[in-house]
């Protein structure tokens, strides 16, 4: 599971004052997606959660963004940006720490062009990530000069 770090913000309950999960369950996340569903500025936050007007986060059409660059990192390079057998609370803080490197030695005979693409998808703040119509035009999918 690979997440955008606006959207990892709702495992990382360490913002808030508890510690980050081990595991997700199906319920607990279900129980989130239907708050999220319903949640108006005024809303309660779940029982017994304390309100706090900035939680859950939200997030828009970059996080879409953010997994398409994780998906072009998988086909150009054959390995995955984070460890697959970390458990949810350290894949949380990974995703949460800093912008993906595309240093390994298995990006060396990838394009400069297809490297920048992805590591502009992959921003950690969603503000400074490629839109869809910039990553459209990006010229390793162009081939324009």
């Known amino acids: 599971m690979y997440m955008a770090p606006e959207v990892a913000a709702w495992y990382d309950t360490t913002a808030r004052g508890a510690s980050v999960p081990t595991q997700a369950s ?3 996340d279900t129980a989130l997606m239907q708050w999220y569903e319903v949640t108006s500025p005024s809303a ?4 017994g959660a304390v309100h706090d007007p900035s939680w859950p986060p939200r997030y828009d059409h970059r ?17 995955a940006p ?23 030695p ?30 459209a035009a990006a010229q390793w999918l162009t081939g324009e000069p």
């Open 26 to 28: 199906p319920a607990h």
């Open 44 to 47: 309660p936050p779940p029982t």
């Open 63 to 79: 996080a879409d963004l953010w997994s398409l660059g994780i998906l072009l990192y998988v086909v150009l390079c054959g390995e």
């Open 82 to 104: 984070f460890d697959q057998d970390a458990d949810l609370a350290e894949l949380v803080r990974a995703i949460q720490a800093q912008d993906v490197p595309l240093t390994q």
């Open 106 to 135: 298995h990006w060396e005979p990838v394009s400069y062009g297809a490297k920048a693409l992805v590591s502009r998808l992959l921003r950690h703040q969603p503000d400074m990530r490629l839109t869809a119509a910039e990553a």
